[in-house]
């Protein structure tokens, strides 16, 4: 056991305290290239978030010296050295303020405002958003306390990614969208502490020496701060934590239920909305073509418990117009731009066109022509042929009040195929163990 201790024992290859201090101490300053340097870093990541660019914002992420004064924060909390503590504070809030304005500023002078799938990533945080965090910040603080730094910092940069939350909060303020502007501030703050805390658990496991006053009344009451401070983070992060951790898995039981009760059966979902901030919860979905009875969605109201699924009203969208209406609605309420309501629009129009798909022509065709035909959906699929590749087909489920000879089936598919020439088909007959009342 020993042995195994001795080989994970971090005094190993660790540098002198002296010089690692002196080292944090340097790099939390934001004057003169540094402040340059962050601007700068600041507006690549903007642009990377505007165009959709991974790379962009990954090089941006290894620019960015943003890590330096929370490092700092850390190491301050761990050697109850409060001026150290202050000076980190004032350069992060420093950092934050010069980011939002630069991100601000870009965001407001471009003219491409939607919001691409980047920035949206960054609107809500969860429970990995703090793993990553407080793991990512173990590693770069590791790795600054080592006589050979290695290359894990700029990984480190990467994955801790404290740059593109400020960018989109700035993105937020821009376009005048406070939901995404407090989402991304949120999910900053979570790095910003729980990078903080796993300094601090590093600071103190090292033993790094404690800041000693000549006064011993100042040096009580300053350690009686810096506890008290380190309470107020610990204790809301472990809360915060533990409230993402619930929220995913509410939304994996959520998940579980649609796939499992809807799709699964044969339900097209074509519109889905998880509300977690009501109470209750709220729950929204529309479908393709299927028409629930009351009986139906109490089933499903019930079936919900079964998954672990409570205190959350099941609200289905029954037709086109309601459901359009109520989209609708949602986006007037909300402060979006303009671009930014035509493209929700765009969107929901394309998902109403699949949900108007199924007319009363081909109803009333298809009961005439093929009386056998007694329960059928329609719906747009995607099939994912390769990793790389998708396509896209009709799917036509149906099913039959007696087995149709072979002739019926083929006047059935090339009947069928000339409702929609343009399109490619796949039937699939449900077997009588599929029937559902």
């Known amino acids: 056991m020993s042995k195994i201790l001795r080989f994970f024992d971090l005094h190993n290859g660790e540098d002198k305290k002296e010089t690692v201090l002196e080292s944090v101490v340097s790099n939390i300053s934001f004057r003169g290239a540094n402040a340059w340097i962050l601007a700068c870093a600041i507006v690549i990541a903007s642009i990377g978030l505007n165009v959709n660019s991974t790379a962009v914002i990954i090089g941006a992420m290894l620019i960015s010296p943003l890590m330096g004064p929370i490092v700092g924060a850390g190491f301050a909390l761990g050697t109850f050295d409060f001026a150290l503590l202050q000076k980190s504070i004032k350069n992060l809030l420093i950092a934050t303020g010069i980011s939002l304005l630069v991100s601000f500023l870009y965001f407001s002078l471009s003219p491409f405002k939607e919001a691409q799938s980047e920035l949206l990533a960054r609107t809500s945080p969860n429970i990995y958003d703090v793993l990553i965090a407080f793991f990512g910040g173990l590693v770069g603080v590791i790795a600054t306390t080592r006589v050979n730094k290695g290359n894990p910092i700029p990984g480190v940069a990467i994955a801790t990614a404290l740059m593109p939350p400020l960018c989109t909060a700035g993105y937020g303020l ?43 009344q100042k040096e009580k009451r300053i350690s009686q701060s810096i506890t008290i401070i380190t309470l107020i983070l610990v204790l809301p992060s472990l809360y915060f934590a533990y409230r993402l951790l619930q929220e995913r898995k509410y939304t994996y039981k959520v998940h579980d239920f649609i796939q499992q009760e809807l799709t699964e059966k044969g339900y097209t979902v074509i519109y889905e909305r998880l509300l977690q901030n009501t109470s209750p919860k709220r729950l929204e979905l529309a479908f393709l073509a299927k028409k629930f009875s009351e009986s139906e969605i109490n089933t499903l109201e019930r079936s919900m418990k079964t998954f672990g699924i409570e205190n959350t009203d099941l609200i289905i969208r029954q037709d086109s117009l309601d459901l359009r209406s109520s989209i609708l609605n949602e986006i007037n309420q909300s402060n979006t731009s303009v671009n930014e309501k035509d493209l929700t629009i765009r969107a929901l129009n394309n998902r109403l066109a699949k949900y108007d798909m199924m007319d009363e022509r081909l109803r009333s065709n298809m009961t005439i022509l093929f009386p056998e ?18 396509a896209k087909y009709i799917a036509f489920i149906y099913s039959t009040t007696q087995a149709l000879t072979e002739e019926q089936d083929n006047k059935l598919q090339q009947w069928m195929k000339s409702q929609f020439p343009q399109d490619s088909l796949e039937f699939i007959r449900k077997t009588s163990g599929e029937e559902r009342p």
């Open 373 to 390: 035909v007694n329960n059928y959906s329609i719906g747009i699929q995607n099939q994912y042929v390769t990793r790389d590749s998708l």
């Open 174 to 216: 821009a376009i005048g969208n406070i939901s995404y502007f407090a989402g991304a501030l949120y999910l900053y703050i979570i790095n910003c502490v729980f990078i903080c805390l796993a300094t601090f658990v590093i600071v103190k496991y090292l033993r790094y020496p404690k800041m000693h006053y000549v006064d011993k």
